[in-house]
T-cell receptor, first 111, second 113 residues
Framework: GENVEQHPSTLSVQEGDSAVIKCTYS??????FPWYKQELGKRPQLIID?????GEKKDQRIAVTLNKTAKHFSLHITETQPEDSAVYFC??????????FGTGTRLQVFP | NAGVTQTPKFQVLKTGQSMTLQCAQD?????MYWYRQDPGMGLRLIYY???????DKGEVPNGYNVSRLNKREFSLRLESAAPSQTSVYFC????FGQGGEQYFGPGTRLTVT
């Protein structure tokens, strides 16, 4: 079955710097790749997603890139702010709603 | 709209006890899911229901049963709780289709002693 690996497990950046989180997946048939943000004690919430027919997608300060050949995708956050501090999860699925999640990255943004 | 709701918020069980976690959504979604979240393990799918009347196993189904009571409600039952089932449990729902946003409930923190 599908396996999703996520790195790094923790990431500390200075406010205003950029943050990059990377994920790799094993099943080349996967075609949907969402990213979820989970603040401390809260529920996960979708922040951006990408489908396999697109190489990059942006939404204000966040962007996701997808390399189907290498089977990896990345989350990029520019101009980080303290409120970006949270755990971020990548996930992958193929033609179904069943998501396989990565193990998460704890991002800390220091003022 | 309340979105996805879960009860209870917290629960402590003794080994061997049983309980049912309740989940309901008011977004008319076809698909519903149960996940468990453990430190360093991410979110792991226990069971899911693609539509009313169907259920399928996820990554970690052992020790759990589910019921899709109707389109709104999807319950998770622990028949004989074990300490390894100590976790935070999240229910989620989505519109059925080629992938799409999953909306999560607030979670249930379960401790089995």
């Amino acid at each position: 079955g599908e396996n999703v690996e996520q790195h790094p497990s923790t990431l500390s950046v200075q406010e205003g710097d950029s943050a990059v989180i990377k994920c790799t997946y094993s099943d080349s048939a996967s075609n949907y790749f969402p990213w979820y943000k989970q603040e401390l004690g809260k529920r996960p919430q979708l922040i951006i997603d990408i489908r396999s027919n697109v190489g990059e997608k942006k939404d204000q300060r966040i962007a996701v890139t997808l390399n189907k050949t290498a089977k990896h995708f990345s989350l990029h956050i520019t101009e980080t702010q303290p409120e970006d501090s949270a755990v971020y999860f990548c996930a992958a699925s193929k033609n179904t709603d069943k998501l396989i999640f990565g193990t998460g990255t704890r991002l800390q943004v220091f003022p | 709209n309340a979105g996805v709701t879960q009860t209870p918020k917290f629960q402590v069980l003794k080994t061997g006890q049983s309980m049912t976690l309740q989940c309901a959504q008011d977004m008319n979604h076809n698909s519903m899911y149960w996940y468990r979240q453990d430190p360093g393990m991410g979110l792991r799918l226990i069971y899911y229901s693609a539509s009313e009347g169907t259920t399928d196993k996820g990554e970690v189904p052992n020790g759990y049963n589910v019921s899709r009571l109707n389109k709104r409600e999807f319950s998770l039952r622990l028949e004989s709780a074990a300490p390894s089932q100590t976790s935070v449990y999240f229910c989620a729902s989505s519109e059925f289709g080629q992938g799409g946003e999953q909306y999560f409930g607030p979670g249930t923190r379960l401790t089995v002693t």
